[in-house]
């Protein structure tokens, strides 16, 4: 199976940067998709960013051109880079995960999430 950790959430004021990272571990065949959600009190969990295997990446629109989404397949790290940061990004952020631990099974996985704040 996968185990995701985050780290790098933190308080911020509005227009300042982050750069949250998971860690990715445990045994698999393949990670298929790792994204980022997030979720604020009141709200539904919705994807921030997600990138897959052959390096494609797809956003919300809300995070378009101020976020960034990349993996680190060396330190096997999963980071996102959030720039200009708004009072409306202020959420607990989740690493996620889709790997094939073995020919045939193939599941979602889920990371503890780590928090953002954001100052006005």
């Known amino acids: 199976q996968v185990q995701l950790l985050e780290s790098g959430g933190g308080l911020v004021q509005a227009g300042e940067s982050l750069r949250l990272s998971c860690a990715v571990s445990?045994?698999?065949?393949?990670?298929?998709?790792t994204g980022w959600y997030r979720q604020a009190p009141g709200k539904q969990r919705e994807l921030v960013a997600s990138i897959d295997s052959d390096g494609s990446t797809d956003y919300a629109d809300s995070v378009k051109g101020r976020f960034t989404i990349s993996r680190n397949n060396a330190k096997n790290t999963i980071d996102l880079q959030m720039n200009s940061l708004k009072p409306e990004d202020a959420a607990v952020y989740y690493c996620?995960?889709?790997?094939?631990?073995?020919?045939?099974?193939?599941?979602?996985?889920w990371g503890q999430g780590t928090q953002v704040a954001v100052s006005s």
């Open positions: 996620y995960a889709r790997a094939t631990i073995i020919l045939g099974l193939t599941s979602d996985y």
């Open positions: 445990g045994r698999f065949f393949i990670i298929n998709l």
